[in-house]
DNA sequence: TCATCTTTGTGCACGCGTTCACAAAGACAT
DNA sequence: ATGTCTTTGTGAACGCGTGCACAAAGATGA
């Protein structure tokens, strides 16, 4: 099917607006989650429900693909499933290091979700010298001073951030000296890097804060009697010392008390 | 200095722009620091430089909290942190539970963040009995069979899911059938959820993604398709990690409401 | 008191993203 | 072939967010 492809948009690759690219993993997760099932099209209205977006914003974003629906049917789920891929360049395999080799660095070298679509843990690093050598998630970790060597060895152009926050900035420029152009950052820092260099940041300390914000105005305007929180929340509240405390947010938390 | 504030415009709660309030946490974290080193006052230039956006957008940011600077001056350290503070909720404590504890959910019950400003982790819960009573970050795992009770005694309004992506959405159901009214999604799923409950969802492998996607574009526009070679090229500017500084701006946060 | 200087607060314009609504395109049945 | 029915692709309008540029506000000094 689709064969007589006449000749691709192309040219169009280059305006894909920011919004649409964010949202093309969401739909290639859902395709192929029907590519699986063996579902052979799917209409954009199903295809919307399934990745939870508006199916008129759907069919823009595909449109700027060039996409290739038929109409009165749907889209052809495996050839969109690569020409996806394709657009987020995922037809090749990106090696990736991991730096910071802490709770969550562990949690991220052992997460499939990395090496399911065209991403591999080239490397794991970190900067404790007694972590060298101790295998993680079937990996060797090396030692912080290999990290320019590793980076190009690989020929890693992605690196991801999992240090503290008071060692983050200089990891990445490290990582942005030896060749990385592309950083996920996890450290609750806000990094600093050339022209040229995309930085994306998960910062989970941010999402739970702004969830509560969202959380506090819908207390205040149910006049607090929606859920039964507020209320709880408010009188509980054991021991803990004067909270007065905001810790340096960036260092390794000494597990909390309680 | 800055005593006489008479009156706060209140009412102006209501309208505060969502990029606004996504933008909160990352002033506060700036302030934070700036407090710890105990400067009185800062003004719109050197706080947004600190928290890598543009000074003006932060001006409009503050104002929409009904602002209290001093031209000429700055603003006060002290009485902004407390400002937004109040602002995104962050005065009262907030309990929060955590599901699923694999790799990710325990570095999240490690995590720092948690503790350092509002929230407490009141409970670690996992669908395997074998996790039942072991110690996570000093916090006994129970049983997903306590989840409705732990929920209710505690007054829980916000869950962390860091289950497998299968049990997403059952764990979500319950979650709010509890009394949950905010959700931060780490599992690879699209969540459906009642309407007044607000869902967060922090993507790694939908992050890697975008990453990809702009790295393939900058390989592509260096004319070869060498996906880390090309990128060497690019950003064979030796050494000088110095001091680029350029804004870590065009690009977006991470996450975008659902 | 008045002039000058710094920095805030914001009106305005622009661009991006979202949504609606519908014409065009194709499948399918007769 | 022709008509009907489904679904795509997109023009256009709208709203939100961003950044510029400047007037107003207050500090500071003479």
Chains 1, 2 share one sequence.
Not at 225 to 238: G, K, L, N, S, Y
Request: negative net charge; contains cysteine.
């Amino acid at each position: 099917m689709a064969t007589g492809r006449t000749h691709r948009p192309a040219t169009r690759s280059r305006g894909i607006p920011e919004a649409t690219v964010a949202r093309l993993p969401l739909y290639l997760r859902a395709l192929t989650a029907l590519s699986e099932r063996s579902v052979p099209t799917v209409s954009s209205e199903e295809l919307a429900a399934a990745a939870g977006v508006n199916s008129a914003k759907l069919r823009k974003d595909f449109s700027y693909l060039g996409s290739y629906g038929t109409r009165g049917v749907g889209y052809d789920v495996e050839y969109l499933v690569y020409q996806i891929s394709r657009e987020l360049g995922l037809t090749q395999d990106w090696p990736v290091v991991i730096v910071g080799i802490g709770n969550l660095g562990a949690a991220l070298a052992n997460y499939g979700g990395f090496a399911s679509r065209g991403f591999r843990v080239a490397a794991l690093i970190d900067a404790d010298p007694a972590m060298a050598g101790k295998p993680v998630a079937g990996i060797a970790v090396q030692h912080t001073d290999e990290l320019e060597h590793i980076i190009e060895d690989n020929g890693v152009s992605i690196g991801v951030i999992a240090t503290p926050a008071g060692a983050a900035q200089q990891v990445c420029d490290r990582l942005v000296a030896a060749g990385v152009t592309s950083i996920l950052n996890f450290a609750p820092t806000v990094l600093t890097v050339p022209d040229g260099v995309d930085v994306r940041k998960v910062d989970l300390s941010i999402e739970l804060q702004i969830l509560a914000f969202h959380e506090q105005r819908k207390a205040g305007d149910e006049g607090a009697v929606a859920p039964a929180a507020a209320a709880r929340a408010a009188a509980d509240t054991p021991a803990a010392p004067a909270d007065d405390r905001k810790g340096p947010d960036g260092d390794v938390p000494a597990v909390m008390p309680a």
